[in-house]
């Protein structure tokens, strides 16, 4: 009789452990479920949240920081074989791309995932010019074209994390990217010769030209997607960007 019981209470023991474990399973599952339909959900309603006055402005200010590279990048560089969008000199150069720091590559936007880590991005790759522009005027004059040129960069970045805050993002889940904080840092030891600080120059600003026909691409598709908001552009820096991709 006591063995009976024993194997009666065993039985249960593990009964009662296989019916935790999938209960365990399908809360699991239940939770995976719901991640995947917060990232894969339609983003229209969150664009809706946005402040289209805001959206309006980081546009507007793209658009003056495409306008005002190539006038920084002419009030710089005195090389007259360091020419902005020239594709043959990117080629020359590309052994020296290391020196830069990357700019973050852009998602297309699709969801509310892949929204929140574009936005993420592109403050990334906005406060990484900041920080390149800041390095290479130690080095070269502060002209009022790059003043201007910062200014804008840092008002476009302010208002990108506003729009992260009006869409409920948390930029904490981001972590930083401390490999190009180091390589900005180390930008110095380069700028060695009056060559070297005229190259890092206009790397940075053609670099900061890309990412700003990244970003244009990115905030057309936002305003594509949002409610009431007319798809016009400047056809100056759209050619500018196509010129740039040198199609």
């Known amino acids: 009789m006591m063995g009976l019981c024993y194997c009666w209470g065993l039985v249960t023991l593990c009964m009662f452990f296989l019916i935790t474990a999938v209960i365990m399973n399908f809360q699991a599952a239940i939770l995976v479920t719901l991640v ?6 339609p983003i229209s309603d969150k664009l809706d949240i946005l402040n289209k006055d805001t959206i309006e402005q980081a546009h507007s200010l793209i658009n003056k920081i495409l306008e005002d590279a190539p006038k920084a990048h002419a009030a710089w560089i005195n090389n007259k074989g360091l020419t902005l969008g020239d594709n043959t000199i990117r080629l020359q150069l590309n052994y020296l791309k290391s020196v830069i720091p990357s700019a973050p590559v852009l998602q297309n936007i699709s969801n509310i ?11 990334k790759g906005l406060q990484l010019h900041l920080n390149l522009l800041n390095e290479i005027i130690k080095k070269l004059a502060q002209t009022d074209q790059v003043n201007v040129l910062k200014s804008e960069i840092q008002e476009l970045h302010s208002l ?12 904490s889940k981001h972590a930083k990217d401390e490999q190009s904080q180091t390589l900005v840092h180390d930008l110095h030891k380069h700028l060695t010769t009056e060559f070297m600080i005229q190259v890092a120059a206009h790397l940075t600003l053609q670099q900061l030209q890309d990412f700003s026909c990244d970003v244009l691409c990115s905030f057309l598709s936002i305003r594509r997607m949002t409610s009431n908001m007319s798809m016009a552009e400047n056809p100056k820096t759209v050619q500018l960007c196509i010129n740039a991709a040198g199609l």
């Open 36 to 41: 995947g339909i917060v990232a894969s959900a």
């Open 113 to 123: 995932s892949s929204m929140e880590t574009c936005l993420a991005d592109m403050v």
């Open 160 to 171: 990108i994390k506003k729009l992260q805050k009006q869409a409920g993002f948390d930029p």
